[in-house]
């Protein structure tokens, strides 16, 4: 089997298309994949590396408001749709999957011209402009939450759940606590705002720092490489023994697999490792993503019970103190969310996706 994968501008569209042709090279492993992304996008560095052949386009997204840029903007998807069926044409792929992303417009869009089949995959509770262009020509849809599903045509699409899911359930960690100084015996709280890290988020670690040295959990704080030092500077209660605060962490699905509790962003890829490892979360949702889907995915998971939220008007170190408490403090409270929180997540999500794109090219 020939695929070509398309997503780009974040990790959120990219990391679950390569979690794809992990599931896939384990049911077929002589599957030739093609990555087509853009040329400035975050996937021509990650895409590379995993030895995945890689094709750029060119590529830009839409001015929200009236601009003369939108002019510039269909310009450049007509010749990146252009570009993108030379590409297919030469590559002769059996099915064409879209994970989100201006590019994946250009490529998956392509290939329906070419009337090659074609699979579009939405991680969030919200659909992005993007798959919503695609929907009507796709041949199979694949969406990670039920929410997602009344936004395209009821006769082609299907939960799947996010393919990274499964690729984070199945990791075995030899990560320890030990490694950073802190102990294994211990419960942690790891708190993280993405990899650059989220200033809110930030704040309110920097207001509870006083009480979080007085608990007998542990509490590791990502910062983001770039807030790091200001972090520090801020701080007017140093760290004790018990507080850890880093720039990033490197092998992050290793230290998720050992984690207690975790708040974090509600992106589509950060809840899809969440709800895989059934950990305890408190989302607090970035209020300025596209269509809010952030506080719509974290919704999902608070009505089912699976986690806890705090909007970003509503925090502070205060409200932090006591929603991490809750859960590292209240078995009973903490065992009920890890139960509906992987009653929740899809574990074998990359299998679903896979079965539908099977579907797709009629084997």
Same mark, same amino acid.
């Given at each position: 089997?020939?695929?070509?994968?398309?997503?780009?501008?974040?990790?959120?569209?990219?990391?679950?298309?390569?979690?794809?042709?992990?599931?896939?090279?384990?049911?077929?492993?002589?599957?030739?994949?093609?990555?087509?992304?853009?040329?400035?996008?975050?996937?021509? =560095?990650?895409?590379?590396?995993?030895?995945?052949?890689?094709? @750029?386009?060119?590529?830009?997204?839409?001015?929200?408001?009236?601009?003369?840029?939108?002019?510039?903007?269909?310009?450049?998807?007509?010749?990146?749709?252009?570009?993108?069926?030379?590409?297919?044409?030469?590559?002769?792929?059996?099915?064409?999957?879209?994970?989100?992303?201006?590019?994946?417009?250009?490529?998956?869009?392509?290939?329906?011209?070419?009337?090659?089949?074609?699979?579009?995959?939405?991680?969030?509770?919200?659909?992005?402009?993007?798959? @919503?262009? &695609?929907?009507?020509?796709?041949?199979?849809?694949?969406?990670?939450?039920?929410?997602?599903?009344?936004?395209?045509?009821?006769?082609?699409?299907?939960?799947?759940?996010?393919?990274?899911?499964?690729?984070?359930?199945?990791?075995?960690?030899?990560?320890?606590?030990?490694?950073?100084?802190?102990?294994?015996? @211990?419960?942690?709280?790891?708190?993280?705002?993405?990899?650059?890290?989220?200033?809110?988020? =930030?704040?309110?670690?920097?207001?509870?720092?006083?009480?979080?040295?007085?608990? =007998?959990?542990?509490?590791?704080?990502?910062?983001?490489?770039?807030?790091?030092?200001?972090?520090? *500077?801020?701080?007017?209660?140093?760290?004790? *023994?018990?507080?850890?605060? &880093?720039?990033?962490?490197?092998?992050?699905?290793?230290?998720?697999?050992?984690?207690?509790?975790?708040?974090?962003?509600?992106?589509?890829?950060?809840?899809?490792?969440?709800?895989?490892?059934?950990?305890?979360?408190?989302?607090?949702?970035?209020?300025?993503?596209?269509? *809010?889907?952030?506080?719509?995915?974290?919704?999902?998971?608070?009505?089912?019970?699976?986690?806890?939220?705090?909007?970003?008007?509503?925090?502070?170190?205060?409200?932090?103190?006591?929603?991490? *408490?809750? &859960?590292?403090?209240?078995?009973?409270?903490? @065992?009920?969310?890890?139960?509906?929180?992987? =009653?929740?997540?899809?574990?074998?999500?990359?299998?679903? &996706?896979?079965?539908?794109?099977?579907?797709?090219?009629?084997?």
């Amino acid at each position: 089997m020939k695929i070509i994968l398309s997503g780009g501008g974040t990790g959120g569209h990219i990391y679950p298309a390569l979690a794809l042709a992990e599931v896939i090279r384990k049911h077929e492993p002589n599957t030739e994949f093609l990555y087509v992304g853009s040329e400035r996008g975050v996937e021509s =560095n990650i895409v590379p590396a995993t030895g995945m052949p890689f094709e @750029k386009l060119t590529v830009q997204g839409f001015k929200r408001s009236f601009s003369l840029e939108n002019i510039k903007t269909v310009s450049l998807f007509l010749k990146a749709v252009k570009e993108a069926k030379k590409i297919i044409k030469d590559f002769d792929p059996d099915v064409v999957v879209g994970t989100g992303g201006y590019v994946s417009g250009a490529v998956v869009y392509a290939a329906q011209r070419l009337h090659i089949p074609t699979v579009i995959h939405e991680q969030n509770s919200v659909a992005g402009v993007t798959n @919503k262009f &695609l929907s009507r020509g796709a041949t199979k849809i694949g969406v990670a939450f039920d929410a997602a599903l009344s936004q395209f045509p009821k006769d082609k699409v299907f939960v799947v759940g996010n393919p990274r899911a499964q690729q984070v359930a199945s990791i075995k960690s030899n990560f320890s606590w030990q490694q950073i100084g802190l102990s294994d015996e @211990k419960p942690s709280l790891l708190i993280f705002g993405g990899s650059q890290g989220a200033p809110p988020i =930030n704040l309110s670690v920097i207001d509870a720092m006083q009480e979080f040295n007085k608990r =007998n959990y542990q509490v590791v704080i990502v910062t983001g490489p770039k807030r790091y030092e200001n972090v520090l *500077d801020r701080l007017t209660t140093q760290p004790a *023994d018990n507080v850890r605060i &880093l720039p990033y962490i490197e092998n992050m699905p290793e230290v998720l697999a050992k984690t207690s509790a975790i708040v974090s962003r509600a992106g589509a890829t950060s809840i899809a490792e969440i709800t895989a490892l059934g950990i305890p979360s408190i989302l607090v949702p970035s209020p300025y993503v596209t269509g *809010d889907h952030q506080t719509k995915n974290a919704q999902s998971l608070v009505d089912a019970g699976a986690a806890l939220m705090i909007t970003e008007p509503a925090l502070s170190g205060k409200a932090l103190l006591l929603a991490a *408490d809750s &859960l590292l403090l209240n078995e009973s409270v903490s @065992k009920t969310i890890t139960e509906q929180a992987k =009653n929740v997540g899809i574990r074998d999500a990359g299998d679903r &996706l896979y079965a539908l794109i099977l579907d797709a090219i009629g084997e």
